[in-house]
Structures are given as C-alpha cells and as structure tokens.
C-alpha cells in the first residue's frame, strides 16, 4: 500500500493541496463550466427562458468573482505542494503560467461582463438570483465601451476554453504517463492506493 504522501516522498500536508484550495478549485471549475455553457448558448433560447438563463450566468459570474478574490488570497499566503521531479522544466513551466493564466482570467472575465452591463442604454441593477441587486460599475456608458466589452467578454471565453483544454489535456496525459500521484494532488479520491 503507497500513501499519496509516500508515493511522492513527502510529507502528507505538502504531496497535495489543502482542502481549502481543493474545494475552491473545484466549486470553481463546475461554476466556470456552466457559465460557459450559459454563455455560448443562451441566445438558443426563446424568453423567458433565456432570460432565467442570464440571470443565473451573471449571478454564478459574480460568485466565481467573489471565490476568486478568496482563492488568489489564499494561494498567495499558502505554498501549493511542489511538482514532481519527474516532470520535465517546461512542464512545470507551462503548468505555472497556466495556473497564472487561469488567474487572471477568473477575475478579467466577470469583470468584464459588469462593464457589459454597465455601459449599455438602459442600465440597471443586476439580480443576484431573486435574493439582492447588485449596482453598475461606476463607469460613463456609451456604445463604444459597451461594444469593447462585449468583445472582451466574447474573446476571453474562448480563451478560458482553450486553457481548460491545455489545463485538463496535461492532468489527463501525466494520468495516463503513470504519474497519477499528480491528479492526486487535486483530486486526492482519484489517486488509488495499492
Ligand atoms: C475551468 C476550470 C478549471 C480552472 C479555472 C482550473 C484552475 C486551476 C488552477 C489555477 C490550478 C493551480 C492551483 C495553484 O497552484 O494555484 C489548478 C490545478 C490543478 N487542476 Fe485545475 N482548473 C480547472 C479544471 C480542472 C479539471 C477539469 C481538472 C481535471 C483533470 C483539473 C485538474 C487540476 C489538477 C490535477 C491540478 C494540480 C496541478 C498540479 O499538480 O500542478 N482542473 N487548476
Ligand atoms: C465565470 C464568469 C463568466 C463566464 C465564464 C462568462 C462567459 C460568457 C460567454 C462565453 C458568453 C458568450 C459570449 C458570446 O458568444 O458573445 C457570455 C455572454 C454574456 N455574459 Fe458572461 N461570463 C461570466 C460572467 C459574467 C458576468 C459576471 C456578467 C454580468 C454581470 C456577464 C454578462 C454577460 C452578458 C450580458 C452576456 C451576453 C453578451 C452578448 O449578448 O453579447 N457574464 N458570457
């Protein structure tokens, strides 16, 4: 039988991620997944539906918003478990400016969905489910800004598409190389002891 810990030759508290980061890590990715979903095909919809759709993608927008700030603060004051010595630089390398990426993207892409609904003719509070409103960013709306934004948001998906490719494509492929301590690492159910 190899623990996780054993398996990699660390100590339990530094083979994986806290629970914390894993948890967020994963309340996260779902949310991002059915955001994308709700994004790219809301416009399928006849109303009301669609607009039940919206509501819920900029709700579940604001709360991945608001898991992000958390995340990033905990991921600066706390070490993520080192790599594997198996793995090759730029592996590691492309791992971090992925994970960096991923980042960046957490905050660029709900930020830039308010200014979309910042800046438009008729703005309003956004509905936070049926529970509160939330208030427009204090910007000067006009068309051309809207339009950037809407742009912004558009193209930042695609990329939040094309990391989640690179992201899960690279987890899956070490699996696979028989490095599966290191999906352990985040998905600790995944990593079978024997
Ligand atoms: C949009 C969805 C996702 C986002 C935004 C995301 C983001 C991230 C970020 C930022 C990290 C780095 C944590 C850190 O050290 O700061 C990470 C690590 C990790 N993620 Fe994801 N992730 C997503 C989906 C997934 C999925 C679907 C898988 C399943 C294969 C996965 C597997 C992992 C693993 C195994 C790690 C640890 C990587 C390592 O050991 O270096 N992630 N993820
Ligand atoms: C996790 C965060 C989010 C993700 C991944 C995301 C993703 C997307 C995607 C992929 C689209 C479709 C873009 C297109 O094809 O034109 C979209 C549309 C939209 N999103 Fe988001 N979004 C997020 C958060 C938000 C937030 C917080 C708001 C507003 C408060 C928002 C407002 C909108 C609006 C108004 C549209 C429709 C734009 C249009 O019709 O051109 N989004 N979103």
Redesign the pocket.
């Known amino acids: 039988m190899t623990t996780l810990a054993a398996a990699t030759g660390l100590g339990p508290e530094r083979a994986r ?1 806290s629970r914390v ?1 894993i948890w967020l ?1 994963w309340a ?2 779902g949310l ?2 059915v955001n994308l979903l709700l994004g790219f095909f809301h416009e399928d919809f006849a109303r009301p539906v669609r607009g039940t759709m919206m509501t819920w993608h900029k709700s579940i927008g604001f709360t991945v918003l608001a898991l992000t700030v958390v995340r990033i603060l905990w ?1 600066l004051s706390h070490r ?2 080192a ?1 594997d010595s198996a793995l090759k630089r730029w592996e590691t390398g492309l ?1 971090t400016a992925v ?1 960096w990426l ?2 960046a993207l ?1 905050l660029a892409i709900p930020l830039s969905g308010w200014l979309i609904v910042s800046t438009g003719t008729k703005v309003m509070p956004t509905h936070f489910l049926w529970l509160f409103d939330i208030g427009p960013l204090p910007v000067t709306p006009g068309e051309g800004i809207h339009d950037l934004a809407e742009e912004a948001h558009e193209l930042l998906g695609y990329a ?1 598409l094309l990391l ?1 490719v690179l ?2 494509g690279g ?2 492929k070490h699996h696979l190389d028989g490095h599966r301590h ?2 352990g ?3 600790p159910w995944l990593y079978r002891e024997r």
């Open positions: 991620y980061a890590h996260i990715a991002i997944v991921r993520p478990p790599f791992a994970h991923f980042y957490l939040m989640l992201h899960v987890a899956v290191l999906i690492r985040m998905a």
